[in-house]
């Protein structure tokens, strides 16, 4: 799987990802066409070369023709369920302005339903967001991975009045992120970026990742360092000998389990559930069958995730579901590191994700959709298509 590495040296800004994801190559005609699809018309794009201390980026303004509107978390919402943007950007798109809600509703002792979002609910500010996930699904969904965020210091002008940098709602979503100041520099990390971070990236730097193409985004002010944000688009590395051994097993890491007892709502919703939970980035999610009170059938949803997407998937499930409570718990999870390579079969080249421990491989899955689709296209059995991709993998590897 793809991976994008967020460098975050002069912070991070929603205009700052724009111009990193256009850097590496989205389209700037496929973007605008895709933002065309939302019902905010009064924007323009600039978008410039520049260079920053020596370093050359890509500069993007969103241009307003009007005075920027107060808008609630529903406002926004429904800008985004009402335009033809892909599933996953939409998902995506409200998660960021869910996270910005409740980081608000911390800060100002109140609920996210009744928060005004004021600068981060302008216009600039929902194509820096939209924009920056419909960039994210262009290049591929990749797996995001940030470095330590500069977030600057001193003080910032918000429409609350002077606050401290970083600002309360940018530190409420950092929350779990490693930070740092270069000292009295002003904002450098905006509650955009912030939550843009928050939505699609993970605290975590692995030390083994070939990049294949940088992009830099730069932002407004000149600063003591290149004012960019630079995103690398590689891939991990499946194993690294100078550090590793053969024996060596993952580390665990923390994850949450979310369940739920279900025995009145209609089953036909239940697939349509599990996609949408999925999609949004749940690690896993299923539904196991139960036996409830006075011996009535039911099913157990259960959704596996990291504990800082906690408080957006318990929303999504009361909004996808009929429960009307929830249980949590820790777990620890530990999982092998995986890639997909590209195997020659009589069907063409067909994707198997393998699955290392140490150096050996020690699982070869081919990935069924792909097979299913190359079935139907050469009128044979799936299951022949996938135990070719099988077999061309174990002649690679061995037997498994």
Avoid at 70 to 97: G, Q
Avoid at 300 to 318: A, G, N, S
Wanted: with cysteine; glycine share 8%.
């Amino acid at each position: 799987m793809a991976v994008a590495l967020i460098e975050c040296s002069a912070g991070a800004s929603g205009d700052m990802f724009l111009g990193a994801w256009l850097s590496l190559g989205v389209s700037q005609d496929d973007l605008r066409r895709h933002l065309a699809g939302l019902s905010v018309k009064e924007f323009e794009l600039s978008i410039d070369n520049v260079m920053k201390q020596g370093v050359a980026a890509v500069k993007v303004d969103v241009l307003t023709h009007h005075s920027h509107h107060h808008r609630h978390l529903p406002d926004i919402e429904r800008i985004i369920d009402e335009s033809d943007l892909p599933d996953v950007v939409k998902i995506r798109s409200k998660e960021a302005f869910y996270h910005l809600a409740v980081a608000e509703a911390k800060v100002h002792a109140t609920t996210p339903d009744k928060i005004h979002f004021h600068e981060v609910g302008a216009v600039d500010a929902i194509i820096d967001i939209v924009g920056s996930m419909i960039s994210w699904h262009l290049l591929g969904e990749p797996e995001c991975a940030v470095s330590v965020i500069e977030v600057g210091g001193g003080t910032v002008q918000c429409a609350h009045g002077l606050m401290p940098v970083p600002a309360p709602a940018t530190a409420e979503l950092l929350q779990g992120f490693p930070t740092k100041s270069f000292g009295t520099i002003g904002e450098t990390t905006t509650p955009t970026g912030a939550a843009i971070i928050k939505t699609l990236a993970k605290p975590r730097w692995q030390r083994s990742f070939v990049s294949a193409r940088t992009g830099y985004g730069a932002g407004t002010k000149e600063l003591p360092m290149a004012n960019v944000l630079r995103i690398q688009l590689g891939e991990w590395v499946a194993h690294d000998d100078c550090a590793k051994v053969d024996s060596e097993l993952p580390t665990p890491t923390g994850a949450t389990v979310i369940e739920a007892n279900i025995d009145d709502m209609n089953p036909e919703l239940a697939g349509y559930t599990l996609d949408r939970l999925m999609a949004a980035g749940a690690m896993d999610a299923w539904w196991v069958p139960i036996t409830m009170k006075k011996g009535r059938p039911g099913v157990q949803l259960r959704v596996l995730c990291t504990p800082d997407k906690v408080e957006y998937f318990e929303r999504e499930i009361f909004r996808q579901t009929s429960t009307i409570g929830l249980r949590y718990y820790s777990v620890m999870k530990s999982e092998l590191p995986r890639e997909i390579i590209k195997v020659h079969t009589s069907f063409g080249d067909l994707p198997v994700k393998v699955a290392r421990l140490g150096s050996h491989v020690i699982n070869t899955a081919p990935e069924y959709e792909v097979c299913k689709q190359t079935a139907e296209a050469r009128d044979v059995p799936v299951k022949v298509v996938y135990q070719a991709a099988l077999a061309a993998a174990q002649h690679l590897y061995g037997e498994q």
